[in-house]
């Protein structure tokens, strides 16, 4: 039986770029991922904003997206934002994966595809969780599981539009259920989805992204379609995500934007937070290290976000989404809504 320091559980951002840190600082550090192949079972349509993009050298990334357009159930009178600087770019997470094992096996970490969890063949000193929103490895560990969660679908498929690239979100409860579905076309991909409540969804996610795609002006494809999706934690970060054990990462710790559904930007920091707090503990054996890595403290800098999660979630009527639109059109709307999304 191999016997590690850190098992990293999950290959995705978050794991990878943790895996990374940890064997960078000398420790011994092996991922296991039950996917055979990282370009398969991708759930996030792989938007980065401006901070990212400011502090993260990021590769295969498309152009930059500087306009959004929100719009009303009616789809009638969008309210335009547009902003001076590059604010989203999407990226193309296949190669993004690829890249992110190439430089956690560089660091000396050992990524092994088609690998489970508990993994019967490896002893760890300390376990990472980095499965997901549903994580087996909170559960082995008693650690806090994602009870908040939205299901979303997405096709991404290859245009040629040459228009400007936009980012579009329709807000229809009726359609998405306490989120929104969207299109984001950036001139060299579409990303057609849909997210929502899965106890409010009218209809398969299937048809409804299909009746999406019939009421909403989408790109053509000129290429091969692509459709991911699954669950989206949407509670705010878990509070007790730590033990002497293993600690979570990622979708598994619930490190995802209440209200935008946003995960990549915190993936990354809070993997860094991560692998600093479980470097300091295996070297030094003090638990109250792992103090440090406190749910609780760092889940009230996503209050209000989280108050508007609950907020948007109570919006049922379409008739509600409209008259909310009413307010969105006013400068101090647009102010809102260009805080939120573009920071």
Aim: a positive charge; aromatic letters at 6%; proline letters at 6%.
């Amino acid at each position: 039986m191999d016997t590690v320091d850190v098992l990293v559980v999950g290959a995705g951002l978050a794991g990878l770029n943790t895996a990374r840190l940890l064997a960078g600082a000398g420790l011994d550090v092996a991922v296991c991922e039950r996917r055979t192949s990282l370009e398969t079972g991708i759930r996030t349509t792989g938007i980065f904003v401006r901070r990212t993009l400011t502090d993260y050298e990021l590769p295969h990334l498309g152009p930059a997206v500087r306009r959004v357009l929100l719009h009303p159930p009616s789809l009638r009178s969008p309210v335009e934002l547009v902003s001076s600087r590059d604010e989203f770019r999407v990226g193309d997470m296949a190669g993004i994966y690829a890249r992110a094992v190439e430089d956690a096996e560089r660091a000396g970490a050992r990524v092994r595809l088609n690998a489970g969890y508990p993994a019967k063949a490896t002893k760890a000193r300390f376990t990472i969780g980095a499965d997901g929103a549903r994580s087996t490895v909170a559960r082995e560990l008693g650690l806090d599981v994602n009870r908040q969660l939205i299901t979303g679908i997405e096709e991404v498929y290859p245009v040629r539009t040459g228009a400007t690239p936009t980012f579009h979100c329709v807000v229809d409860p009726g359609l998405a259920p306490g989120y929104i579905a969207w299109v984001v076309d950036d001139g060299e991909h579409a990303h057609v989805g849909l997210a929502g409540r899965a106890d409010r969804f009218t209809a398969p996610l299937p048809q409804l992204l299909q009746r999406f795609r019939d009421s909403f002006p989408t790109p053509a494809p000129a290429g091969p379609v692509r459709r991911r999706g699954g669950p989206i934690p949407v509670g705010g970060l878990l509070r007790r995500i730590v033990s002497r054990e293993g600690l979570l990462v990622g979708d598994a710790a619930g490190a995802v934007s209440p209200l935008t559904a946003g995960g990549l930007d915190p993936c990354l920091r809070m993997s860094e937070l991560a692998a600093s707090v479980t470097f300091d503990y295996l070297r030094s054996g003090n638990r109250y290290v792992l103090e440090h890595y406190d749910g609780a403290a760092l889940r009230r800098r996503h209050l209000l976000r989280s108050q508007l999660r609950r907020g948007l979630s109570l919006v049922r009527q379409p008739s509600i989404a409209e008259l909310a639109f009413s307010a969105l059109r006013t400068p101090i709307g647009k102010a809102v809504a260009k805080r939120i999304l573009f920071t």
